[in-house]
């Protein structure tokens, strides 16, 4: 009893089993023996499909046997392996003595032959399918994480998922670059020297064409004989000895981000389930490749972002330290004139000139939180810590805006509790938090200011409340009061003056002291602006 196994790529019969029970038979090596399509009684059985009964084999000159063996005489059974018209090998079943086999024998190998064949292509189909789990799974593996894994390994891997599916002996990965063209991102194979190096000058648009059309899936060649090829695929396959070749288009999309070619030196034939597995690892393939594309760009952005914000906060510096020695000279003089130390003014002149310090004073203002911005943003200067009375930093803040409350006749209420109220931070960024509360507090009032600060302690916790009677906010700006640069969107406060960063301001400082700043406010009815600090130990002295 022997066993044939069709190889594909060779197209020859080859014995992978022999059996033998009678003595004549024992001594015959079947293993030399390899057979063509219609070569002997098994090749011509596996060339037409059909199964032959030889009563006596000794007297068939289609029967091979092995060099120097003497024909025997002897009933010989073939029956081909087929499936779905796919060859998959041969049963031959011998016996001694002519006529030894019947039409009943044929019958019962037919149907062993049936069934080994259906066993044997859902073997194969089950390890095929089982191989494609593990390549997806891999470049499943090569979506984003934490961990950062080098390009090159992502394309040596993408490659080696195909080369492991197909056996191909060698693999081409091409990937479109920066420039509109598709390099060689990995090369490979099981005949590829370990050596060697991935070459390979880059395609244009155009010479992949034929593959970058949505139609194509998949592109099955002979380069020796497909004059359809662009020369540099079938060029640098015939010197390659390639037999047979797939070129497999990645599409993420409608994007066109590569290809894969896989080849082999011997002859090939694909079945449509093998390039359908080979089609969906080019899919998965595709979406890694256009993952890791959209992240460079990302990436690419980002840093372009960073660089911006960077030299904004450069600018903002710079700007504000430029700022400073003009304002100085600029409320310097004005100061003489307004104390009349360069000669007596006239009445219009002194009010232009108290007009002059007070914006002055605005600016200077201004750009002090310009600065304590950059500083904060930076981390280059971190704040100095110490214990502290919040009364006292409150009290003062107050001092500064009352004069602006009492310009238009205002009123502002100061509450603060009997007791300290000890705080662990830098004097001068609470400071400018409180400032900018009180502020807002005065330009958003649209008649007379109304002001209460309330200062407490309650569960060990120090609370600030700046309450506004002003126009209040409306529900939808919110939740973006304290982002940078915000300005809430209403007519009724385009002559307002601002570059929204002082709320933004306010939220760093406190934030950077452990606590959090809040707001309650409706529209028409005024604002509550509350920030909460943890208790630090008693202050010294108090």
């Known amino acids: ?23 004549p038979y024992k001594g015959i090596d079947w293993q030399t023996v390899t057979l063509a399509l ?51 090998g041969v049963l031959t079943l011998a016996r001694l003595r002519a006529r030894s086999l019947s039409l009943e024998d044929l019958r019962l190998m037919e149907s062993i032959a049936a069934q080994t064949a259906l066993a044997l292509a859902n073997a194969e189909q089950y390890a095929e399918a089982e191989q494609t789990i593990k390549a997806l799974a891999m470049i499943e593996t090569l979506q984003p994480t ?64 034929w593959l970058s059309d949505p139609k194509v899936t998949a592109y099955v060649a002979d380069p020796a004989t497909d004059h359809n090829l662009p020369d540099w695929a079938g060029r640098g396959a015939q010197l390659a000895g390639v037999k047979a070749a797939v070129f497999l288009p990645m599409r993420a999309g409608q994007r066109f981000v590569g290809f894969v070619g896989l080849q082999w030196r011997r002859p090939r034939w694909f079945r449509p389930e093998q390039l359908s597995r080979l089609q969906l690892l080019a899919a998965q393939a595709a979406i890694a490749l256009d993952t890791r594309h959209a992240l460079e760009r990302e990436r690419g952005r980002a840093e372009s972002l960073a660089e911006l914000e960077r030299a904004r906060r450069e600018f903002m510096q710079i700007a504000s330290h430029e700022l400073r020695t003009p304002l100085t000279v600029i409320r310097g003089y004005a100061s003489l004139l307004e104390e009349g130390s360069l000669g007596q003014m006239p009445l219009p002149a002194q009010q ?24 904060l943003e930076d981390g280059a200067a971190p704040p100095q810590m110490t214990p502290l009375d919040l009364r006292m930093v409150v009290s003062e803040a107050v001092d500064r805006v009352q004069p602006q ?22 004097s001068e960024r609470l400071a400018t938090a409180v400032d900018n509360l009180l502020q807002n507090a005065v330009k958003f009032s649209s008649g007379p200011p109304q002001i209460e600060v309330v200062g ?33 969107n209403n007519p009724e406060l385009q002559n307002v003056a ?45």
């Open 456 to 488: 407490s302690r309650e569960n060990g916790r120090i609370r600030l409340v700046v309450r506004d009677h002003g126009i209040g906010i409306p529900d939808g700006a919110r939740r973006h009061l304290f982002e940078k640069f915000y300005r809430i």
């Open 38 to 88: 219609g070569e002997g009684l098994s090749g011509i059985a596996a060339q037409s499909r059909r199964a032959i009964l030889v009563p006596d084999a000794s007297q068939d000159s289609r029967m091979v046997y092995p060099p120097g063996v003497i024909p025997i005489e002897e009933s010989v059974l073939t029956v081909p392996m087929v499936t779905q018209n796919r060859l998959f």
């Open 405 to 426: 409350v009492q310009l238009k006749e205002g009123r502002l209420n100061l509450d603060l509790a009997e007791a300290p109220l000890p705080v662990l931070g830098d």
């Open 1 to 23: 009893f022997r066993v044939y196994h069709w190889d594909e790529a060779a197209e020859r019969l080859v014995l992978v089993k022999s059996v033998a029970r009678a003595e």
């Open 498 to 542: 601002g570059t929204g960063i002082g709320l933004y301001l306010v939220r760093q400082v406190v934030e950077g002291h452990g606590g959090h700043v809040q707001v309650d406010s409706h529209l028409g009815e005024g604002s509550a602006f509350e920030i909460d600090l943890p208790v630090a130990a008693e202050v010294p002295g108090t």
């Open 352 to 375: 232009a000139i108290r007009t002059l310090m007070d914006k002055s004073s605005e600016i200077r203002a201004q750009v002090e939180r310009m600065l304590l911005l950059a500083r």
């Open 146 to 209: 934490e961990v950062a894994v080098p390009d090159a390994d992502i394309d040596r891997r993408i490659l080696q998922g195909f080369v492991d599916l197909s056996q191909a002996e060698l693999a081409t990965l091409r990937t479109i670059g920066g420039d509109g063209r598709y390099h060689v991102a990995a090369a490979g194979g099981r005949a590829w020297p370990k050596s060697a190096v991935s070459t390979g000058d880059p395609l244009s648009a155009g010479e992949v064409a």
